[in-house]
């Protein structure tokens, strides 16, 4: 098991270092139509073969993976301290706080965030360059999904403000903010780990879907929920199999995502 | 003996030659992509329940889809007097509904006084109405009608194309028709079966009953990925109409049953926000309503490279609201502005824009920079997009991409008006510019760049609304040409819309079916459905 850890951790970091350096490994820029050439099969010049407009795919995939992997984890990031903030404090006052805390976390679940990401996304101002409206979808799918976490971090928080060694901190005259932030947060840690590690594939996940309704990140900026409709031209797959090498990315990246998640974070 | 096997073989030859004699009978399928709404040939709003209007319904006169003529078909002969504001039919005898009501001209009375009933808000009526006022529609005997409207009706004749007379007498109603099928059964979210009229008055040239087939089955089915493999598998005989990247996928395995017939007479287009009230600086408002400067993005845009690249060259670089499709309105003088960026930047530089560097700027410094929104999800478009943001960056303009869902689209372009450009597409039914009259009037909600004017807001709007106006008050059909070649004239030269492409019409058909005859209007592949049959093997599978 430490071995796949192992291996995940170093494909990830494989891959963050390619897509940090895509503009030195990409033989094309990822905009660039080469019009005579749509559709064009796997070659030296195009490695994966090019997309409908004649786009490099290769390099579409390398600034793609870029956007999705640096800013999913921006976004997973945004997303566990909101939950950290609402469930960490929820759970370790507890009482009343804790219900009305649980009671919104419930109905942030309950709403149907795809939809309201649709209308926010449709009232936003129009003239915003791709890289801002990149910037913004993520932003909204960290604000919109702390929720789940929240509950999960909530019911930690709890067990550790009725464990032993907490009440063994009180009864010696800590002060909350010392207890809290001496004691609590630092067990915490795991669950916090972990819930930052679960979310980024779902944001990858969720992106792509809003990219398959073409909602997600605008064009010409490639995303791997961009890239991933490619794959609703069934034809064009069995033509050129490279169409698949998004989805076989994606897959591999959330299957090591999992796999570098230690098992004490899900035990917490 | 060998001469003899020689002149059997010759026979035989010859008479594979002949045309093969049509066979009577099987099932014919084909897709509809979603529930048909309603039965009632009044009340029609939508594609599949036409579909079912059309396969059924029994019209007085018929537009041929081949020749766009008018061809009489429960009519015998027809009369528009008053400047189109009265017809009269004189209809076929001897004629009966589907149940065996027989048919009179008091049908035609009826269908019509109930089609103008203004309770019954039937869109087919609809088209009927120019102005307020009570339509008289009387029966003087048998054979006769006279129809009398309030006002002058622009191409009267060709609106009866969409009337299905209905039974003034029959119990079965609505049901009972004068088509070539009538309804026999329908499961919701299944399927509907239409079965040959036994009454159907038409005869094929060896004097046998039309139709051919016994029977159509309508498959509801939205699902194109389903319904392109189960034509592949021979489960249904047509599609209607296929995408570009189907088509390619069809015409590969099938070439044969694939089949493109040119530009058809839907197109897409672009148009800028001309709205005064629109929330979007003054500076950009003053580019949106040049004309130099809509004629220069129209010159950037290489609609070759979009017809070929995005409807893989199944499409044709449009020029005007009227396709080449359309063969009594077309005005050949009108062209696609040809691809020129280098020209284009010139009209520019003549309107105080100049470059700076590689981007564009107006004569007030500010940097030419906007945004097109289009519909999510629909692939042609978006890509429509993107190649026209490679193609404006030529000439230093940038161009923001925003797809949206479509409520919101609508919300933005109709209501809110707070949107700078809009790529979008216009579905044309009706071949008479009368049914074009919303958009290009300058006071309608869908004259889209600047809608609801109180008062033309340009002098060539004024001279549009003149024009359209009075196309629509004359019957005189060369008149008429000419005043909608002027409409288009004006159009071109304006580019209140920047027409980008006419897309092909593309379509499959089973090589076991005979006497096919597909055309560009809708139905395109079913429109002969009379006189279509199999072939006798594939008669026998059918069954």
Known sequence: ?268 | MRGHRLALLAAGALLAALPAKPQSGGELRFVLRSEPKTFDPMLVDDEASETIRYLTGGVLIRVNRKSQTLESELAVSWKVSEGGKKISFRVREGLSFSDGTLFTAEDVAFTMQKLMDPDLHSPTGDSFRSSQGPVRAIASDARDVTIEFPAPVAGLERLFDQVAIVSARSPKKELAVLGPFAVAEYKSGSYVLLKRNPYYWKKDAQGRSLPHVDSIRLEIQQNRDLELLRFKRGEIQLINSLDASYFENLAKEMPAAARDLGPSLDSEQVWFNQVASAPIPDYKKKWFRSTSFRRAISEAINRDDLCRVVFSGHARPAAGPVSPANLLWFNKWVQPHPYDPQAALRRLQQDGFHLDGHALHDAEGHPVEFSVVTNAGNKYREQMAAMIQQDLEQIGVRLNIVTLDFPSLIERISRTFDYELCLLGLVNVDLDPSAQMSVWLSSSSNHQWNPGQKSPATSWEAEVDRLMQAQASTNDQKQRKRYFDQVQKIVWEQQPFIYLVNKNVLVAISPALANTSPVVLRPQTFWNIESLYFFKEAHGASR
């Not at chain 1, 897509?19 to 064009?40: D, V």
């Not at chain 1, 786009?55 to 600034?63: A, E, G, Q, V």
């Not at chain 1, 990401?117 to 799918?141: D, E, K, M, Q, Y």
């Not at chain 1, 809290?180 to 819930?195: E, F, I, K, M, S």
């Open chain 1, 1 to 268: 098991m430490k071995f796949l850890r192992r291996t995940a951790a170093a494909f990830l970091v494989l891959i963050f270092i390619a897509t940090l350096f895509a503009g030195i490994l990409a033989p094309a820029p990822y905009a660039k139509q080469f019009r005579e050439s749509p559709n064009a099969l796997p070659s030296r010049i195009h490695l994966l073969g090019t997309d409908e407009l004649g786009r490099d795919l290769f390099s579409r995939l390398l600034y793609g993976s870029r956007v999705s992997l640096l800013l999913a984890p921006a976004a997973s990031m945004l997303a566990t301290i909101i939950a950290a903030l609402v469930g960490g404090l929820a759970g370790y006052v507890g009482g009343w706080l804790e219900r009305v805390a649980l009671a919104g976390v419930d109905l942030s679940m309950s709403l149907p965030w795809l939809f309201l990401l649709l209308t926010v996304r449709a009232i936003l101002p129009l003239n915003l360059p791709a890289a801002a409206s990149l910037l913004i979808t993520f932003a909204l799918l960290g604000l919109f999904g702390w929720a789940a976490s929240a509950r999960v971090i909530c019911a930690g928080a709890r067990s550790l403000r009725n464990s032993d060694f907490v009440l063994q901190a009180k009864a010696c005259g800590c002060s909350s903010q010392r207890v809290l932030l001496q004691q609590v947060l630092p067990n915490l840690r795991p669950v916090l780990y972990a819930q930052f590690l679960i979310s980024i594939p779902i944001f990858i996940l969720a992106e792509a879907n809003l990219g398959i309704l073409g909602l997600g990140v605008s064009e010409p900026l490639p995303s791997w929920g961009g890239l991933l409709r490619g794959l609703e031209n069934w034809s064009a797959i069995q033509a050129n199999p490279g169409r698949l090498a998004p989805l076989l990315l994606l897959f591999v990246v959330v299957s090591c995502f999992q796999l570098v998640i230690p098992e004490k974070g899900f035990a917490s």
